[in-house]
Every structure is written in C-alpha cells, then in structure tokens.
C-alpha cells in the first residue's frame, strides 16, 4: 500500500543521515522538501535521482492535494530543511490528511536540533518543553515565555539570529537570570554551545551569527525571580511614557513574579536617581 515516510535529515553535517534515510529516499517516488536547495545537495551527495517538490510553509495547503493524489498510487517521502519534518516545520496537515484517509505514515527517525541541544546542555533531560521558534514581536514573545514561568522542567526554544539579543533580554525579564544553554550552529563548521547564565549569554553573544537553540533551565522549588537591570529598564520606561506607580508595578509584578513591594522600592529608587539627573541637568543649564 503506498505509503507517506516522515523522513529526518542532517540538522547540519550531512553524515548524519541514516542508511535507512538514504535507501527510503531512493525508493520512493516523490520528495516533498521544504527547501528544494538545500535537500538536492543532500541527495547529490548520495547521488540520488528522486524528483521532487516543494512543500513549506507558504504553500503548504496549495500542495496537499497533490501530493494526497499521489499517495494514492506511489510512495511518498516528507523532508524537512533540516531535522525531523513536523516538529516546528512543515508537515502537520499533510500527516493528519494522510493519516484520516488511512494513508500509512512511517517515521524515519534520525537527527533533531531539539534532543541535539538538550543532550550536550549540561541541564536536567528527564522532563523538557520544547516551545518551537519564539514569535517575532516582542509583546507575543513575552507572551510566550509567561506561559512557562513555572514549568519545572527544562525549557527548550528555537531562535534567529537577529532576534537573539531581543529574546535574551525578554527571557531575563520573564523567567529571570537562568542557567541557560545557548546551542549555535549545531554539527556543523563553527558549532558553539554556551554554558552559563542567561546575563552571561547577554554579554557573550554581541554580533550573533548562525541558528540558535535555546535550553533553558527550568524552575526549581527554590526558585525565586530575581530584580534584574532588565526589570529596572522595563520600569524606567513605563515611568517615561506616563504610566503610575502602581499600575507599572502591577504589570511588572505580573510579568516576573517579583514582590510588589520589592519592585515599589525599586520604583522609589529609580525616582530619586531621575530626579538627581533632572537637578544636575538643571544646575548645568543655569551655569
């Protein structure tokens, strides 16, 4: 009976593919890759002739019916850019078709940047949640990290380049300053995996290049948030743009955990540094 094979593929040194990988890859009729570039160089490599087509995220439900149509005769092989197809890339609907119609779905296991970077973290693995990629705007990223402040288990997230400041920032003011693992370009060339705080990671990765999978500590029982020169930051500017105390601080409390006392002192503290540099401003101007 024909067959859809959920096939994983090298997260970066081409190696790393499986002999049962290569060999399903032959036999069926049709790729569906997500990167049509990137997944040739993989099958020249091992100089496999199957045609393909392209199926992301963009067109993923124009193609689905064709591909459905072509499972109905012949096998078909689902690949990913990288790791294994569904897990924060496309696939789900095409499974879930398949699967509703009967379509046999056999998974091809093999590499996956989420287990790579848990592995080599140095963080507990008896328990993770991997959140996928954090949303690009700040507010739904905030969001994001909120709806894992107190999961105690290691906390597993996917992150661009030019995000990754802005998402250290967010996870320090979120979850507070965590050891965190911060995995860079796995199994390829210029691999890293940093080790340390999330602070730390702030200070170390300055011009980030390559993709990043974040391990995050999660929250132990004696954890407790923590005040952090992000957290001062967040409250300076609702202070700048108008907002009261204690609506500032009822947000800020909300959002880290903090004690409203310990941030109302912090508040206070922050006034009497503003008001410090008004008077110096002041005296400036008038001399």
């Known amino acids: 009976m024909p ?16 002999l049962r990988a290569l060999r399903t890859l032959r036999e069926v009729k049709l790729i569906a890759a997500e990167d049509t570039r990137r997944t040739r160089r993989l099958l020249d490599r091992y100089d496999i002739r199957t045609p393909m087509t392209s199926y992301f995220e963009h067109n993923k439900l124009t193609k689905l019916q064709n591909i459905l149509e072509r499972l109905s005769t012949e096998d078909v092989a689902l690949v990913s850019e990288a790791g294994m197809p569904g897990i924060s890339d496309p696939g789900y609907e095409l499974i879930v078709a398949a699967a509703i119609r009967d379509i046999p779905v056999v998974p091809v296991p093999g590499p996956s940047a989420v287990t790579t970077a848990l592995a080599v973290s140095g963080l507990p693995t008896d328990r993770f949640t991997c959140i996928g990629f954090l949303p690009g705007r700040a507010p739904a990223r905030r969001r994001a990290l909120e709806s894992v402040v107190g999961e105690s288990g290691t906390i ?43 602070s730390g990671a702030i200070e ?35 202070s700048l743009g108008g907002t009261r105390a204690r609506e500032a601080i009822a947000v800020v409390a909300g959002e880290t955990g903090l004690p409203r006392k310990e941030l109302y002192q912090a508040w206070l503290r922050l006034d009497r540094a503003w008001d410090q540099e008004k008077d110096t401003v002041h005296k400036s101007g008038r001399s």
Do not use: W
């Open 156 to 198: 597993i997230a996917l992150e661009a380049p030019h995000r990754l400041a802005a998402a250290l920032e967010d996870i320090l003011m979120t979850l507070g300053d965590r050891r965190i693992a911060v995995c860079r370009e796995l199994t390829k060339l210029h691999e890293e995996v940093f080790r340390g705080t999330v």
């Open 204 to 238: 170390h990765f300055r011009a980030p290049r390559g993709e990043f999978t974040l391990v995050i500590e999660g929250k132990g029982s004696g954890d407790r948030p923590q005040m952090t020169e992000a957290v001062a930051e967040r409250l300076r500017r609702m």
């Open 3 to 18: 067959t859809l094979y959920i096939v994983a593929t090298p997260i970066g040194n081409l190696e790393d593919i499986s």
